[in-house]
């Protein structure tokens, strides 16, 4: 695979005749909608020669809410390992909540695909956020975390999930130790029946990191609690904050060379997010809320609005500006250039592979591009 960049002038025929290959390729490659206008500065995917078969083998894990269309589900599935279900919660004496929607089309989808479905725990209260209260409650009582065990047991049984991620977040400071616990204690009662057990954990790129997001969070105790972890490498760039790249790749770099340090790199899978947001400006501090975009969304944005794409060589992420209605806008997201810079962290690393959040919208390239880059690993 290659990437090209289109410039001013550029068709997906003139692309196409360049490098020799189909006109359909260049389409079906990069989801290219009828009658295929592009904008400058957009990288595209190539299948420019022939075709090698890949050597760093990765685990490639995607996490998807229930009401995933089945479309997108069956496209991606052959791409994935692991395909976590988010998500199932639970109350502060140990019950389960399952998600309001069944869950059990993409249970059956992954299995018979050879994927391995993972059931995703998380403390998310009834307002839907994070709640820490929950957290302590179970953490730190030994009969609530008795019956949590018991019915993600009988849960992961009777549903057929084969794996249990972990992904707990604002985690209070005194909790520390008590969660790392927490997931060891999972990972025993599991580990027994064959189920493998992870941890998702916020980017840290030090011991001391101060904010509720890490200081309860300490990479080298959950490292040797779970199977594996995910680094929650993206949102840099997020809805309420400044406008910026959502996974700089200089940001990310910091965070792996910090968790290689604390856990076995073989048990390190990097998050990887697929999609964008688009910010109004000014940015107003406590105000301003951008609005979540797919990756195919902000290209057709910058060409319905006549701009060019640039590129950030120190994030290694394509963004631009544009107007609408009088207002100012400023767009970051992914594209296949941004894909192949974080995809290079794994071998330089040796990490295990990657989580993606979240792939509820299929966008061909990054797949494309995964496949032609890593030996998928399957369970």
């Given amino acids: 695979m290659e990437i090209y960049v289109v410039k001013s002038g550029d068709t997906v025929d003139s692309i196409a005749e360049s490098y020799g290959v189909a006109v359909s390729s260049v389409i079906y490659n990069n989801q290219l909608s009828y009658p295929y206008p592009l904008a400058v500065g957009q990288a595209l995917l190539i299948s420019a020669g022939e075709p090698s078969a890949p050597s760093y083998p990765a685990w490639v894990n995607g996490y998807a809410y229930p009401f995933i269309q089945q479309d997108v589900l069956s496209e991606t599935l052959p791409y994935l390992s692991s395909l976590s279900v988010f998500s199932y919660g639970f109350t502060t004496d140990g019950e389960l909540i399952a998600p309001r929607q069944d869950d059990s089309f993409m249970i059956n989808a992954a299995l018979m695909e050879g ?161 964008g947001y688009d910010w109004t400006l000014p940015f107003v501090q406590g105000t301003s809320r951008a609005t979540t975009v797919s990756n195919q969304q902000a290209v057709q944005i910058a060409i319905e609005a006549g701009v060019p794409i640039q590129f950030d060589e120190v994030a290694m992420s394509p963004y631009f500006r544009y ?57």
């Fill in 323 to 379: 107007e609408k209605n009088g207002q100012q806008h400023e767009v970051w997201f992914e594209d296949v250039r941004s894909y192949r810079e974080k995809f290079s962290l794994l071998p330089a690393y040796g990490l295990r592979g990657m989580g993606y959040w979240q792939i509820m919208r299929f966008f061909r390239p990054n797949w494309l591009l995964l496949e032609d880059t890593f030996q998928i690993q399957k369970p």
């Fill in 115 to 275: 994927v391995r479905p993972v059931l995703t725990l998380t403390p998310l209260g009834p307002d839907g956020n994070f709640n820490n209260y929950l957290i302590t409650s179970v953490v730190n009582n030994q009969e609530a975390k008795d019956n949590l065990l018991a019915n993600l047991l009988e849960t992961v049984q009777a549903k057929n999930f084969q794996g249990v991620d972990i992904d707990f977040e604002y985690i209070r400071p005194e909790d520390r130790i008590p969660f790392a616990d927490f997931v060891a204690d999972v990972r025993n009662y599991l580990s027994p029946y064959g189920y493998h057990v992870s941890v998702a954990l916020a980017p840290k790129v030090s011991d001391t990191q101060a904010g509720l997001l890490y200081e309860g969070k300490d990479y080298r105790l959950l490292g040797e609690a779970a199977d594996s972890v995910l680094l929650m490498t993206y949102e840099w760039g997020y809805t309420y904050g400044p406008p910026m790249a959502v996974a700089p790749v200089n940001k990310v770099r910091q965070v792996v060379e910090y968790a290689v340090t604390r856990i076995e790199p073989s048990k390190i899978d990097l998050g990887i997010p697929n999609y």
